[in-house]
């Protein structure tokens, strides 16, 4: 059994395909020396077998009175994959769990409950309940720092590498998630491939200035001084996929990110550049490993118009999102759907569109 393990992974490592579509995003050339920490919120359109699980998880409470609702959802397998192989992490923090996350357990949740594990900074019964124990306190800090950001994603990498799973897809706790066409796309890359999938949400690739951190983490040949003193004004460029879109890694990937990335090795990288977790991790993957973002456009962040998906391509899409700000509602239209008082985000009328005969959409259906 050990020696076939083995094989498998070696043969992750040596049969790889790393085809996609190149991408590239500016940062300010203001910042030459890379100082300060970078602000995700400013990359935007101008438009508008581990002892890990012993480590991050309380298995002493159990699931209660939890309704089967997967009864009408047909989730189709593929040659390459079916719904188990993929590990689903999303993001979040004690301040979202009776907002955001509640939102996520009554609709898209029941739909891989099995699949999807919530990676949060609090230890709570309550939702440790509600997901039958998948819930995992990561012991990063609070808040939406930089260093808590890469924390999270370092810990959602390690769980997954503790899993036999052939694709991690993270997502953020904003999003909804449309399991079957996520399984579909999925079918289309074989994991024993490098892919980076996603979408980022900037018109071009970050720009950064090198650096001695930087240098440290090319793995190449060491620099003099002199050659360093020169490298200083070469610039960086790389591509990332947003994480509030979701993005996924093949196994293969994964693997070969280990020596940077597992143990901890990622937060220290983030705060070597100096970057949040998504584009540190679409610093090592586009930069350091040469494996270029391949976009995968179905993936959708709150920093797009949702309101601009035509109801006649929802059950296309891998992820949608939603954003209040001021008098701004960027949320999905959905015809038909509940009122917006009692769904103001709009995601239990999509998730009653996409799987009508969920119990709570019983009311939507006698009303058509």
Not at 24 to 53: C, H, M, P, Q, W
Not at 104 to 117: M, P, S
Not at 131 to 136: G, I
Not at 324 to 348: E, S
């Amino acid at each position: 059994m050990a020696f076939t393990v083995f094989l498998l992974y070696l043969s992750m490592y040596l049969i790889h395909n790393a085809v996609g579509t190149l991408c590239i995003i500016k940062t300010s050339e203001d910042n030459k020396n890379n100082e300060g920490d970078i602000d995700a919120s400013r990359l935007l359109y101008k438009v508008n077998n581990s002892n890990l699980f012993a480590d991050t998880l309380n298995m002493t409470t159990q699931m209660q009175n939890q309704k089967d609702y997967n009864t009408h959802v047909n989730v189709e397998s593929s040659p390459n994959i079916d719904l188990d192989d993929i590990f689903i992490s999303v993001k979040t923090t004690r301040k979202y769990h009776e907002t955001r996350l509640r939102l996520i357990i009554e609709t898209w949740f029941q739909l891989a409950k099995d699949q999807v594990w919530f990676f949060t900074d609090h230890e709570d019964e309550i939702y440790q309940n509600l997901t039958n124990n998948h819930m995992v306190h990561t012991n990063c800090g609070q808040g939406h720092s930089r260093k808590s950001l890469c924390c999270k994603m370092n810990r959602e990498f390690d769980f997954f590498l503790s899993t036999s799973k052939k694709f991690w897809c993270h997502f953020d706790d904003d999003n909804y998630v449309n399991i079957p066409t996520l399984v579909k796309v999925l079918g289309d890359y074989h994991a024993y491939h490098e892919w980076y999938l996603g979408k980022p949400s900037i018109s071009s690739p970050i720009e950064m200035y090198m650096n001695a951190a930087i240098m440290s983490l090319e793995q190449t040949k060491k620099y003099s001084k002199e050659e360093e003193k020169r490298r200083e004004n070469e610039k960086v460029k790389f591509w990332f996929a947003t994480g509030g879109a979701g993005f996924c890694i093949s196994r293969a990937l994964a693997i070969k990110m280990m020596p940077l990335t597992s143990k901890g090795k990622f937060i220290a990288i983030g705060d070597g550049i100096r970057f949040p977790d998504d584009v540190t991790l679409g610093f090592i993957i586009e930069y350091l490993l040469k494996v270029p973002l391949t976009v995968v456009n179905p993936f959708h962040s709150h920093l797009e118009r949702m309101d601009h998906i035509d109801t006649e391509i929802f059950r296309d899409q891998i992820s949608f999102s939603y954003a209040h700000i001021k008098d701004d509602w960027n949320v999905v239209k959905v015809v038909n759907g509940f009122d917006t008082t009692k769904d103001p985000y709009r995601f239990y009328s999509l998730h009653c569109y996409l799987f009508p005969h969920f119990e709570m959409c019983k009311s939507l259906r006698l009303r058509r």
